[in-house]
């Protein structure tokens, strides 16, 4: 193979249920997403052991190269995305938008019929993805300030804009796939 030829990747990535297992190769790969806030290891095997209904990883090559963390928020109809990582060696891939769908189509996620995710105003991947996702459901996608930087951060860190995808009726998602 001469060597300007990049090999095509032609598989994607599973798509599964994290485990407790997960958790240690989960916060390596949010170590290499800049510009993710790293939680403790700790944090990333509770919420694979304890959420995993509503968190997924992307593993490829025995690999876990792609992660989102969510939850159900409690006594609302509101699937909140909390993180959402994916290797460089599974950019391009349109992996984020499949691990979402996967998420608003688990029966867990049944009763959401909004997705909220918070995110800072240079996060512009972040935004990318949220508001692509939008539109291939053909949902509306508002955002405005939530977690704000004095008020709630002292100062240390942006303000986080809570953003809202009004998501359509199950019926329809299932149209839609």
Known sequence: MPKDSVPTRTRQPRLRKPNATDGADIWALVKTCKPLDENSMYCNLVQADHFRDTCVVAEMDGQIVGWISGHMIPDRSELFIWQVAVSPKARGLGLGRRMLQELIDRDACADADHLKTTITRDNAASWALFRSFARSLGAPLTEKPHF??????????????MVTIT???AENLARAA
């Open 148 to 161: 704000q930087r004095e008020a709630h951060f002292d100062g240390h860190h942006a303000t986080e804009h």
């Open 167 to 169: 998501l359509p009726p």
